[in-house]
């Protein structure tokens, strides 16, 4: 038995290591490899590309179903003599999972692909979200985008990372519920113009998006003109604010009732000597206001809804 344990422990922890096309080693196995490039070492350093596998388990909702899916995460990630990361590649995929069998559907429920260095599986209030960061390089800030672990689709993006402010915020209407039977809830985050992988839709300053548990409802385009329009802009400051109570400005999680309203705000500096933006614009359980909304700091922008499509 000891014998077996440590051939298994001496298997688990052993590197293959062959020589490959003249300056690249493979060092690993299967969907656990890196790629080694010496020909940079004298320039700089070595190249060093990884590709690996996480797994997860994930409970769909309703969750009184019991129905789960097997979430399978691929990571290409490559860092040396260059700035930034290349390859920087998250892939994301679910299928049906057997969890009192261990059975695994072969076909996939959902999957995407997208730029990033790193993902996880969130938990806690935001049960149901997968996260993928991707640093920012040379000016640009980092990006954290938001996936829905039920549909694949994307729910979020922001730059608000350096910000105090959770980088993405939820509203649940406690009194609201949909064809599922799961509580109407409806995620908020935003981005500026200067991130790593922008999700906006539009060329914008800033956007803010709006999403259920399966997708983006719709965004708010922050449209700078002339000039504006070009220059650089970061965001300084994003928060909620529930209508007559202020002291909710800084949590993460808000709930409403239906006829609750509640407040975004929204602060972008630019990289110029334009004023700061200060936007706040009212949310309730139909969405963004755009036309109530309350600007300081510029008459040059304007703010455009887009509706997206049901998935």
Same mark, same amino acid.
């Given at each position: 038995?000891?014998?077996?344990?440590?051939?298994?422990?001496? %298997?688990?922890?052993?590197?293959?290591?062959?020589?490959?096309?003249?300056?690249?080693?493979?060092?690993?196995?299967? +969907?656990?490899?890196?790629?080694?490039?010496?020909?940079?070492?004298?320039?700089?350093?070595?190249?060093?590309?990884?590709?690996?596998?996480?797994?997860?388990?994930?409970? =769909?909702?309703?969750?009184?179903?019991?129905?789960?899916? %097997?979430?399978?995460?691929?990571?290409?990630? !490559? *860092?040396?003599?260059?700035?930034?990361?290349?390859?920087?590649?998250?892939?994301? #995929?679910?299928?049906?999972?057997?969890?009192?069998? !261990?059975?695994?559907?072969?076909?996939?429920?959902?999957?995407?692909?997208?730029?990033?260095?790193?993902?996880?599986?969130?938990? +806690?209030?935001?049960?149901?979200?997968?996260?993928?960061?991707?640093? !920012?390089?040379?000016?640009?800030?980092?990006? +954290?985008?938001?996936?829905?672990?039920?549909?694949? *689709?994307?729910? !979020?993006?922001?730059?608000?990372? *350096?910000? #105090?402010?959770?980088?993405? %915020?939820?509203?649940?209407?406690?009194?609201?519920?949909?064809?599922?039977?799961?509580?109407?809830?409806?995620?908020?985050?935003?981005?500026?113009?200067?991130?790593?992988?922008?999700?906006?839709?539009? @060329?914008?300053?800033?956007?803010? $998006?709006?999403?259920?548990?399966?997708?983006?409802?719709?965004?708010?385009?922050? =449209?700078?003109?002339?000039?504006?329009?070009?220059?650089?802009?970061?965001?300084?400051? $994003?928060? %909620?604010?529930?209508?007559?109570?202020?002291?909710?400005?800084?949590?993460?999680?808000?709930?409403?009732?239906?006829?609750?309203?509640? @407040?975004?705000?929204?602060?972008?500096?630019?990289?110029?000597?334009?004023?700061?933006?200060?936007?706040?614009?009212?949310?309730?359980?139909?969405?963004?206001?755009?036309? #109530?909304?309350?600007?300081?700091?510029?008459?040059?922008?304007?703010?455009?809804?887009?509706?997206?499509?049901?998935?």
């Amino acid at each position: 038995m000891k014998m077996r344990s440590w051939l298994v422990a001496f %298997l688990y922890t052993f590197c293959v290591i062959t020589a490959q096309a003249g300056s690249l080693i493979a060092i690993g196995q299967s +969907s656990n490899l890196a790629i080694l490039d010496t020909k940079t070492a004298d320039s700089c350093e070595p190249t060093l590309t990884e590709h690996f596998s996480r797994y997860s388990i994930y409970q =769909l909702s309703p969750y009184q179903t019991g129905h789960h899916v %097997l979430i399978e995460q691929q990571f290409d990630v !490559g *860092r040396g003599c260059f700035e930034g990361y290349s390859p920087a590649k998250v892939s994301v #995929s679910a299928k049906h999972l057997d969890a009192k069998f !261990g059975g695994v559907d072969k076909k996939e429920l959902w999957s995407f692909t997208t730029e990033g260095i790193s993902g996880d599986v969130l938990g +806690s209030v935001l049960h149901g979200v997968y996260r993928v960061d991707m640093p !920012g390089c040379c000016s640009a800030a980092k990006t +954290s985008k938001f996936f829905s672990l039920e549909t694949g *689709r994307l729910i !979020g993006s922001t730059t608000s990372e *350096r910000l #105090s402010s959770a980088p993405l %915020l939820k509203v649940d209407f406690v009194d609201r519920y949909d064809s599922q039977g799961v509580v109407e809830a409806r995620f908020i985050s935003a981005e500026d113009n200067i991130a790593s992988t922008p999700q906006t839709p539009t @060329k914008a300053i800033g956007t803010i $998006f709006l999403a259920n548990r399966l997708s983006v409802v719709e965004t708010i385009s922050i =449209l700078g003109e002339g000039q504006l329009g070009t220059e650089e802009w970061w965001l300084s400051e $994003f928060n %909620l604010d529930k209508e007559n109570y202020p002291e909710e400005l800084s949590k993460e999680v808000m709930s409403l009732s239906g006829k609750d309203m509640a @407040k975004i705000h929204i602060k972008l500096k630019c990289r110029c000597d334009a004023k700061p933006l200060d936007i706040t614009i009212p949310l309730t359980i139909n969405g963004l206001n755009e036309k #109530s909304s309350i600007i300081n700091g510029s008459a040059e922008i304007s703010l455009v809804r887009t509706v997206s499509p049901s998935p």
